[in-house]
């Protein structure tokens, strides 16, 4: 079975600066796909970003990018000039293809002035 | 970009009432549908595969008989949480997967807040 572990509860960082959201995942698979998923204060699930692994470059959107390591099964996320949006749980998943996801705990990003 | 529209977006009942949620593809097929679980400050913890014209498939520990999902077609799955008691209170959330493009996506609802008192 595969497990996603996110080991940072609650991270804060203030708006304009730069922080990481770290993710480790375990699997026996070789193809399979990594998210990072947006929980903000209304609950909605919202899709950051998404990483193939078959896919060496790392994907970026905008001020989120990531730092996938297959090797050693990582996959962080980075916020660049954050903002007071940005505030939200963030969420890293793992998704074989065309099967379900699984979900990490969960890290609580604050934005602060 | 397409809408998983899921309703009702809260809920309270009595204890031992049943209650309907409903999630909907509003701009594409969905063969599969997805049913998550979420307590306070907690990820969210897949209940059941909601697969169009047959049964769905219930992670272990879940009651299908206390949560019976019907997938009757391409943009409807309803969650029914039957004999509803304290401890189903949660924040439930469906995600539809649409696989007509070139690359798989998942869309989530916006969840529902059931209340059972």
């Known amino acids: 079975a595969q497990t996603v572990t996110q080991s940072q509860p609650e991270m804060s960082v203030q708006e304009a600066e730069t922080v990481t959201l770290s993710c480790t995942y375990d699997t026996s698979e070789s193809n399979y796909y990594l998210f990072w998923y947006k929980q903000p204060p209304s609950r909605q699930m919202i899709l950051v970003i998404r990483q193939e692994a078959y896919k060496q470059q790392n994907a970026t959107e905008n001020r989120f990018s990531v730092n996938f390591q297959k090797a050693a099964k990582s996959f962080s996320l980075k916020i660049s000039d954050s903002q007071l949006g940005d505030t939200a749980m963030y969420f890293c998943a793992f998704r074989r293809t065309a099967s379900k996801l699984t979900f990490g705990t969960g890290t609580r990003l604050q934005v602060t002035l | 970009g397409a809408v998983v529209s899921q309703h009702p977006s809260w809920v309270i009942c009595k204890s031992g009432t049943s209650v309907k949620i409903e999630c909907r593809s509003l701009?594409?097929?969905?063969?599969?549908m997805f049913w998550y679980r979420q307590f306070p400050k907690q990820s969210l913890m897949l209940m059941a595969t909601?697969?169009?014209?047959?049964?769905?498939?219930?992670e272990q520990g879940v009651e299908k008989d206390k949560f019976l999902i019907n997938h009757a077609s391409l943009t409807l799955s309803t969650l029914t949480v039957t004999s509803a008691h304290p401890e189903d209170s949660s924040f439930y959330i469906c995600?539809?997967?649409?696989?007509?493009?070139?690359?798989?996506?998942?869309?989530f609802g916006s969840g529902t807040q059931l209340s059972v008192l």
């Open positions: 909601s697969n169009e014209g047959s049964k769905a498939t219930y």
């Open positions: 701009d594409f097929q969905a063969t599969t």
């Open positions: 995600s539809a997967r649409d696989q007509q493009g070139a690359e798989e996506k998942l869309f």
